[in-house]
């Protein structure tokens, strides 16, 4: 007789349905509503290592006092914990060009800056933020920084402080001499980056329910990347209004690059800063909500005098600009025109697979950008198009550069040329419904995001999708459908 450890007949189990419904309410995790394959592969490595192989008898230990252990190593296995130090870093640049300087000023005159890394999983997110702290006012004392998740294995690793190589990839020579130190294969995090950063085991949907002080009190910065995407439309926006509700005025709200930007600018003003999008709470409209997205704000952080650190200009914000048809048209600060030529594919009159040339110079792209060497990164990666013309893979990358760069309209152009020469591709699709949709283009955004519903559909469950750094075909298929739900009202 089979064992209902095998995947394909956890379905059949009356009990299946029942730990799914635990679980999505428990955690608020609505990406599993649809995803029965994936979470049967999670629950069967969990059966296996407990030689369990009643599922009945499986939702009863995790539901008692008794199996919150194991419930934890299920929640370690279905909860995304990817993280590493200084993900995204745009976002660093902001926090230290634009949010940080303004943060600091306003909490030497009420005391203690506080910052909230929500989903932190091993802790990367907070400790980078302390070391960009130490680094940029390293006589700031009055510094909390908290970091939360629901699954405690996690947060043990995170107070340990010691990571992997792969957990430091991308992050330059000089912050792993100065910050870290080596012990065989993992890194040891330095005492002084430890201090001020506290872990907390958390369950999102707890800030619901109870008063500001049991979620940590008001913040003036929350950062809660890559989480929100997880949750279904209405949980979401009584997160996000929860999320307001614990920012103090001015406080800064920032999210992934996949997370719903429309429904966010329902609850916060968006606002440009160093090539991305923050999002900030502004109590001059008391309670008032955007009703439609409103293009980002430009903002400029006053100036901020930092004792024996040499002040750095912030890079030069960029209104989001409306996109348009022109070939090498682009848009940066003050919606001047940017000229940045991206020659125009040929014909594809042969396989493009048999035309790219130094594959290591893209790879060396993603190491320039993944280090915030943007005018680097754009410069190799054009280098690279000009001998590989018929690659989408530069033209893909490009594109994401440029729209680091605020250059919205030339990576709008970049990303039709990945869809010229390949319409297979996913995420190109994607990426430009996200574009027509910040312009109001509702109609292009629904037809872009249908295409790449449609690819993803027809793949199987789990495949690795070009250009998304591990993301997979399942993964992009509920962010597509959040698009196009928000879109259809």
């Known amino acids: 007789m089979a064992h209902l450890s095998e995947p394909a007949l956890l379905h059949r189990s009356p009990a299946f349905q029942a730990l799914k419904t635990y679980l999505i309410e428990l955690t608020g995790l609505g990406y599993y509503h649809d995803k029965d394959g994936t979470l049967a592969l999670h629950v069967q490595r969990h059966l296996t290592r407990l030689n369990i192989s009643n599922l009945a008898q499986y939702l009863d230990l995790i539901r008692s006092p008794e199996g919150q252990e194991d419930l934890d190593y299920l929640l370690d296995d279905i909860a995304i914990g990817e993280t590493y130090f200084f993900r995204n870093t745009a976002q660093f640049d902001a926090l230290q060009y634009d949010i940080l300087p303004e943060r600091i000023a306003n909490a030497r005159n009420r005391g ?18 302390s070391i960009l702290l130490s680094r940029m006012s390293p006589a700031l004392k009055a510094i909390d920084i908290l970091g939360t998740d629901i699954c405690g294995r996690r947060l043990k690793r995170a107070r340990s402080a010691v990571f992997s190589e792969w957990e430091l990839r991308g992050l330059p020579d000089e912050l792993r001499r100065d910050c870290f130190t080596r012990q065989g294969k993992l890194w040891n ?7 001020g950063v506290t872990f907390r085991q958390q369950n999102l949907m707890d800030i619901l329910t109870g008063p500001a002080e049991d979620a940590g009190g008001q913040f003036d910065i929350i950062l ?12 979401m926006r009584r997160i996000l209004a929860r999320l307001r509700d614990l920012l103090v005025d001015g406080g800064w709200l920032l999210v992934g690059h996949s997370e719903p930007f429309l429904e966010i600018a329902h609850f916060l003003t968006p606002v440009s800063v160093s090539g991305t999008t923050a999002y900030r709470r502004c109590d001059g409209a008391d309670g008032e909500t955007l009703s439609t997205f409103t293009p980002p704000l430009v903002w400029t952080a006053p100036p901020v005098n930092f004792p024996g650190v040499p002040s750095a200009p912030p890079p030069p914000p960029a209104m989001l600009p409306n996109f348009p048809e022109t070939p090498g048209f682009s848009v940066g600060a003050n919606n001047a025109p940017v000229n940045y030529e991206i020659p125009p594919p040929p014909e594809p009159a042969v396989d493009p697979r048999t035309q790219v040339k130094g594959r ?6 993603h190491k320039l950008a993944d280090a915030g060497d943007w005018r680097k990164a754009m410069d190799s990666c054009t280098a690279y198009i000009a001998d590989n013309q018929l690659d989408p893979a530069g033209h893909f990358l490009l594109a994401l550069i440029l729209e680091h760069q605020g250059q919205g309209a030339a990576a709008f152009e970049a990303l039709k040329r990945v869809v010229y020469l390949d ?4 995420l190109a699709h994607f990426h430009l419904g996200r574009m027509h949709a910040m312009t109001g283009d509702a109609k292009q955004a629904k037809r872009s995001f249908s295409n790449a519903r449609d690819l993803v559909s027809r793949m199987p469950l789990g495949t690795p999708l070009a250009g998304g750094d591990g993301l997979v075909n399942d993964e992009l298929g509920t962010l597509v459908h959040q698009h196009l739900a928000r879109l259809e009202g």
């Open 224 to 235: 809660c990347r890559n989480v929100l995407i997880y949750f279904d439309m209405d949980l």
């Open 360 to 365: 290591d110079a893209l790879d060396e792209v």
């Open 112 to 129: 203690t800056l506080k910052i909230w890394s929500a989903g932190c999983a091993s802790g990367a997110e907070p400790y980078s933020i």
């Open 423 to 426: 319409r297979g591709h996913a």
């Open 189 to 195: 995090l330095n005492a002084q980056f430890v201090r």
